[in-house]
């Protein structure tokens, strides 16, 4: 035997082994320390899973306590690998010490919905979460935490993580008591607020905003907390101060909200229709019913089957598409209960606006003269627009007409005919004004990569890649050992 090169592989085996146990020394250790300390570190480009410096210079800076809710079990959400940005970051917000954080799984704790929502007002399901400070509450819905960006084959290419910048500005919505709100108009014959729009000032509340009610005639001009004013069903026309009111809260950007059930009044409503006349918007003194009787209530021609407009399809990038949401194969049909009509009204100002119909009756429907001092005595007929919006691109105000009032009163409610036309009328709330505070947090994305594999043979090659290579690598080094080690 050649004693040098014994001496040279003792010399490499007893360094082998001496590398190997101060590994193990320093290894063990460490795996143990860090098993009772929680770090991680993201390193990804756009930081998607850690707070950003806005949320966490606010909460370091807050010294009011928020109740911090997620209606799930949270450790059900860590084991999703899609909601890793979420559970990530719920980690980091029950951190900081204005948080009080709890997890509670409505499934198993059921009586949670009832003590968060005692009145029924923010609507919680599974998933959702729900901040409190003080009296004020505020929901952010679970739907609403990513976006995600998909093919025509409907798989998904990208996934906006947008939950932070919703629960930091809930947050900071229920520290400030921030609630923006809606005002019905009242001084013409129109229903009480407290009586008749009791379930309908819950909905407003669910989408956070707070319903009261205001006289013009007393006031000197619209509160600066008004973002949204509703006249539902007025008996008589506004005044002229009154106009000049809502024509100068217009002007800043004010959102207008008009209700115009009809009315058999021998009454013209001059100033209202002045308003909508200036959105480019004309008002038909009518009732509209439907002669086809498989489109109507049996025993009420009045109260009728209508469609939502479809503007998804459109080219003017102007539109703001309101009713796509709510059209499907499968959802319930829309109905409208007497209401009057509404046309394109071609004012000198008409370059200015975006006008859009939202509801459409069948062409099957008339418009039967009521109410007014100057009715048309001939009918209209075909299909007729119950309600559009239209939206002043100069001074950004909006304005919002629909045909009636009865089916935001309770009494219809309960009916159950006007789900859709009701979830149509709060789309256009939020359109009109967002009640989420926008703290600025742009969205996260975390992008999905695929491989695609066209044919068997493709499919053999990535198999042999993936998993018959580093079995080669292996053996080959194996080998490379046992020639060396007896040589």
Request: with cysteine; glycine share 6%; charged share 25%.
């Amino acid at each position: 035997m050649d004693v040098k090169k014994s001496k040279k592989n003792l010399k490499f085996t007893t360094i082998a082994w001496i590398m190997a146990a101060m590994l193990l020394i320093i290894i063990i250790p460490v795996d143990i320390v860090a098993s009772k300390i929680d770090v991680s570190l993201d390193l990804t480009p756009n930081r998607v899973y850690s707070l950003s410096k806005t949320t966490s210079d606010y909460l370091s800076g807050l010294d009011e306590k928020v109740d911090f809710y997620i209606l799930a079990d949270l450790d059900e959400i860590k084991l999703d690998t899609e909601l890793l940005a979420l559970s990530s970051m719920l980690d980091e917000y029950r951190e900081y010490d204005c948080i009080n954080f709890k997890d509670i799984d409505p499934d198993k704790n059921p009586d949670i919905i009832d003590e968060l929502n005692p009145d029924g007002y923010l609507n919680l399901t599974k998933g959702d979460i729900v901040v409190k400070c003080g009296e004020n509450a505020k929901r952010i819905p679970g739907n609403v935490m990513y976006y995600f960006e998909t093919d025509e084959n409907n798989t998904t290419q990208n996934a906006y993580f947008q939950g932070e910048n919703y629960i930091t500005g809930a947050i900071k919505s229920v520290v400030e008591g921030i609630m923006p709100s809606v005002y019905f108009l009242t001084g013409h014959g129109e229903k009480s607020l407290d009586e008749n729009y009791t379930t309908f000032r819950k909905n407003l509340k669910n989408y956070n905003y707070d319903a009261k009610e205001l006289n013009l005639v007393t006031e000197d001009a619209v509160p600066e907390d008004a973002k949204i004013i509703i006249v539902a069903a007025p008996q008589t026309d506004i005044t002229e101060a009154e106009k000049a009111k809502l024509e100068s809260f217009m002007e800043k950007g004010g959102n207008l909200s008009l209700l115009m059930s009809p009315n058999d009044a021998d009454i013209d409503y001059t100033n209202i229709e002045d308003i909508m006349n200036q959105y480019g918007i004309g008002m038909d003194y009518n009732i509209v019913s439907e002669t086809d009787s498989s489109k109507h209530v049996s025993g009420d021609d009045t109260t009728i089957m209508v469609n939502l407009v479809d503007v998804s399809e459109t080219d003017d990038k102007s539109i703001t598409d309101l009713t796509s949401p709510l059209i499907s194969g499968d959802s319930i049909t829309p109905f409208m209960t007497a209401s009057r009509s509404f046309f394109e009204y071609q004012g000198e100002n008409r370059s200015d606006l975006t006008i859009c119909p939202l509801i459409e009756t069948y062409d099957s429907a008339i418009g039967k003269p009521y109410g007014g001092t100057e009715a048309d005595p001939d009918e209209i007929a075909g299909i007729l627009y119950l309600a559009a919006y239209s939206e002043n691109i100069i001074n950004d105000s909006k304005l919002v007409v629909m045909g009636n009032a009865n089916f935001i009163d309770d009494q219809n409610l309960e009916d159950g005919y006007e789900i859709i036309p009701l979830n149509l009328y709060l789309s256009t709330i939020t359109w009109m004004y967002n009640s989420d505070i926008d703290m600025g947090i742009a969205s996260k994305i975390r992008t999905y990569d695929y491989m695609e594999l066209k044919s068997k043979e493709d499919t053999n090659f990535v198999l042999i890649t993936l998993y018959a290579a580093p079995v080669i690598v292996a053996a080959a080094g194996l080998l490379i050992w046992l020639k060396r080690r007896h040589s």
